[in-house]
């Protein structure tokens, strides 16, 4: 059994001079059977605080969240793992998020994404972008 490479997938780039970039890497999270991430989840949360703290070392109280999609699979999202993560960080986090930019989605994850949008505020989908054709601000690792 293959173990989840944490780094790979959530880390933190500090270049923005206003505020602080979480970039999750969706191609290193392998779906795993009745699991619960709990040590994934740890890894998360622990970014999004050092990101928030980055943040505020500049002076701004958000962070921005980018999410790399490119060649994930349908069955490779959790729905349920995505729930309970989108409810967590909503309570940790509250007014955290300035933009959180999904690129290169596949059609089946905006659907995927409509459907957890029932619990995410609206405040917070109204900060969500998809972006097909995004700048080469970051790469891809």
Do not use: W
Not at 104 to 117: D, I, K, V, Y
Request: with cysteine; charged share 20%.
């Amino acid at each position: 059994m293959s173990t989840l490479n944490y780094e790979k997938i959530a880390f933190i780039d500090n270049s923005n001079l206003q505020r602080c970039t979480i970039i999750f890497n969706a191609k290193y999270f392998k779906k795993k059977k009745n699991s619960k991430y709990d040590d994934l989840l740890a890894h998360i949360l622990k970014t999004l605080s050092n990101g928030l703290l980055l943040s505020q070392q500049k002076n701004s109280q958000t962070f921005d969240v980018l999410v790399y999609l490119d060649g994930i699979k349908a069955t490779e999202l959790d729905f349920g793992f995505a729930k309970n993560f989108i409810i967590i960080i909503q309570q940790l986090f509250p007014n955290r998020l300035n933009k959180c930019y999904f690129h290169h989605a596949p059609g089946f994850f905006r659907l995927f994404f409509e459907n957890l949008s029932i619990f995410i505020d609206k405040q917070t989908q109204n900060k969500v972008q998809f972006v097909t054709k995004p700048k080469k601000l970051y790469p891809s690792t």
